[in-house]
């Protein structure tokens, strides 16, 4: 099924020589500029009657613009009946605290029982939404905060706000060794050269910068906070190996257990046992689309990091004259 809307506006003056697609974008800000350019070169905008199908034509200013657009519902996934922990919600948006083992959109390997699914059920309306309304997504492995418009000008909005570095994702991980001290990387990711699932830092990949700091130091682990410039698939855990700190449990990228000499029994089966990788979306901040007010919200450490935290302290004490030499 597809949505049937009619946008209708006049071209400002100011915009005299303005391209077709840029003047369009400007008017009807709600929409992206990609979606307009898809209904122009479809043939769905008129102007002064007429009917244009280049995006580059230029104006004169004054024209009546009509655009008899068609908005598709995402049918093509089937709503499914998957609890999903509400942090906060609204007309316009809402946040989730995403469990482990939770894929948040469907794909190779994973057609369904994925949060997509599970707002299609809670919210029929939303299937109106491109990819029903999810803005940005977490690993399937990685628990925490993430937002989803319920609407198109939402969802239009809070891409915009992602792609301008206007919302902020703070993450807390364990990583493998002791680090130092905070920094950042600035690295681009793109697919790895031989492992087409993974991904790796690649000179010919795209932008990814990632903030961390030190939160907390055990004998050969650190506990680290992260903040997200860009939104790489797998960034942070991409960027941690390259720094040859993975995240403790992330076997994919070199995070396989590593007990520090002489551990205690319940450490070393503590790290065997953490079978995800460790990292979490613990905050997140944003401008809301619709009103403008700054928001921020905050999810707890899931139990398996805190008490992983909690063993590899105790550890630490133990070992106290150890970590003196360090």
């Given amino acids: 099924m597809a949505q049937q809307i009619e946008l209708t506006a006049t071209v400002n003056d100011s915009q005299l020589g303005q391209r077709l697609d840029q003047a369009l974008a400007e008017l009807f800000s709600d929409y992206s500029r990609s979606r307009i350019k898809e209904w122009i070169l479809a043939g769905r905008v008129s102007v002064d009657g007429v009917v244009v199908d280049k995006p580059r034509n230029k104006l004169m200013g004054g024209e009546a613009i009509v655009i008899?657009?068609?908005?598709?519902?995402?049918?093509?996934?089937?709503?499914?009946?998957?609890?999903?922990?509400?942090?906060?919600?609204?007309?316009?948006?809402?946040?989730?605290?995403?469990?482990?083992?939770l894929v948040v959109h469907p794909g190779a390997g994973c057609p369904d029982g994925t949060v997509l699914n599970g707002l299609l059920f809670r919210y029929p309306e939303i299937a109106e939404v491109p990819r029903a309304g999810i803005v940005h997504r977490l690993d399937k492995d990685t628990t925490g905060l993430m937002v989803v418009a319920k609407t198109v000008p939402?969802?239009?909005?809070?891409?915009?706000?992602?792609?301008?570095?206007?919302?902020?994702?703070?993450?807390?991980?364990?990583?493998?060794?002791?680090?130092?001290?905070?920094?950042?990387?600035?690295?681009?990711i793109g697919r790895h050269p031989?492992?087409?699932?993974?991904?790796?830092?690649n000179e010919f990949g795209k932008p990814a910068v990632t903030h961390y700091r030190v939160a907390e130091h055990f004998r050969e682990?650190?506990?680290?906070r992260l903040r997200l410039e860009t939104g790489r698939t797998h960034q942070i855990r991409v960027?941690?190996?390259?720094?040859?700190?993975?995240?403790?449990?992330?076997?994919?990228?070199?995070?396989?257990?590593?007990?520090?000499?002489?551990?205690?029994?319940?450490?070393?089966?503590?790290?065997?046992?953490?079978?995800?990788?460790?990292?979490?979306?613990?905050?997140?901040?944003?401008?809301?689309?619709?009103?403008g007010e700054e928001m921020e919200w905050h999810a707890p450490v899931p139990d398996d990091m805190v008490k992983l935290a909690e063993v590899l302290r105790d550890d630490a004490i133990l070992n106290k004259d150890l970590m003196d030499d360090l």
């Fill in 68 to 101: 008899a657009a068609e908005i598709e519902d995402d049918e093509r996934f089937e709503p499914q009946d998957i609890p999903l922990n509400i942090v906060y919600e609204d007309d316009d948006i809402l946040v989730i605290n995403k469990p482990r083992d």
């Fill in 239 to 291: 960027h941690m190996s390259y720094l040859n700190h993975p995240l403790v449990g992330d076997q994919q990228y070199g995070g396989r257990p590593r007990p520090p000499r002489g551990s205690e029994e319940e450490l070393v089966k503590t790290l065997r046992a953490f079978d995800r990788q460790a990292l979490h979306a613990v905050m997140l901040r944003l401008e809301h689309p619709i009103t």
């Fill in 154 to 188: 939402a969802q239009t909005r809070l891409v915009r706000a992602l792609q301008k570095r206007r919302i902020t994702r703070e993450y807390e991980a364990i990583a493998i060794g002791r680090m130092t001290g905070g920094g950042l990387v600035d690295k681009p």
């Fill in 221 to 224: 682990h650190t506990r680290i």
């Fill in 194 to 201: 031989t492992k087409r699932t993974l991904m790796a830092v």
